[in-house]
T-cell receptor
Framework: SQTIHQWPATLVQPVGSPLSLECTVE??????LYWYRQAAGRGLQLLFY??????ISSEVPQNLSASRPQDRQFILSSKKLLLSDSGFYLC????????????FGNGTRLTVT | GNSVTQMEGPVTLSEEAFLTINCTYT??????LFWYVQYPGEGLQLLLK?????DKGSNKGFEATYRKETTSFHLEKGSVQVSDSAVYFC????????????FGQGTRLTINP
């Protein structure tokens, strides 16, 4: 069966520090991969998605970047965190077939102080 | 662009009450519709889905019918349980390429014993 791992579960970082969140998927190949952010009391915002190794699409301009160095690895990064980067970050994967559901990791709660 | 509007929460009900969470959407073409559930401290899980008009998705006693004429996908359950307490998200997808889901803002549901 397929599983998705996301870490760390919680993270407290000072403003101006770098960020690296990692997500890996097991049990499937060539998945679509996604990073979402959930701000407190709000819905989910798609940040990045990837349909293949090295292929990254950004949905909103921001202080973050994403990379996909391997087929089942998706990394969210920042060189210098802002206070507004605080939130709950969710990684997800889906199959390539149209209308495939998204499968989410358990999320990373990031607090920038 | 595509958008999803959910009824505002929080919603508080007693155990065994009837539940309706309203969801309406705006989209071009023929989107697929989804309900996701997020339990405290966890990522999102797919609850049910419908891929074409008049389809009914169902799971764990929950149901939702894809109504194209009213652009709605309301979530219902006949008798809720304390364990149904969670945040519920309605979402749509154009079904083209990567599953770039558009989410509603979420509805927090609390069931009291």
């Amino acid at each position: 069966s397929q599983t998705i791992h996301q870490w760390p579960a919680t993270l407290v970082q000072p403003v101006g520090s770098p960020l690296s969140l990692e997500c890996t998927v097991e049990g499937t190949s060539n998945p679509n991969l996604y990073w979402y952010r959930q701000a407190a009391g709000r819905g989910l915002q798609l940040l990045f998605y990837s349909v293949g190794i090295g292929q990254i699409s950004s949905e909103v301009p921001q202080n973050l970047s994403a990379s996909r160095p391997q087929d089942r690895q998706f990394i969210l990064s920042s060189k210098k965190l802002l206070l507004s980067d605080s939130g709950f970050y969710l990684c997800a994967w889906s199959g390539q077939v149209p209308n495939s559901p998204l499968h989410f990791g358990n999320g990373t709660r990031l607090t920038v102080t | 662009g595509n958008s999803v509007t959910q009824m505002e929460g929080p919603v508080t009900l007693s155990e065994e009450a009837f539940l309706t969470i309203n969801c309406t959407y705006t989209a071009t073409g023929y989107p697929s519709l989804f309900w996701y559930v997020q339990y405290p401290g966890e990522g999102l899980q797919l609850l049910l889905k419908a891929t074409k008009a008049d389809d009914k998705g169902s799971n764990k006693g929950f149901e939702a019918t894809y109504r194209k004429e009213t652009t709605s996908f309301h979530l219902e359950k006949g008798s809720v349980q304390v364990s149904d307490s969670a945040v519920y998200f309605c979402a749509l997808s154009s079904g083209q390429g990567a599953q770039k889901l558009v989410f509603g803002q979420g509805t927090r549901l609390t069931i009291n014993p």
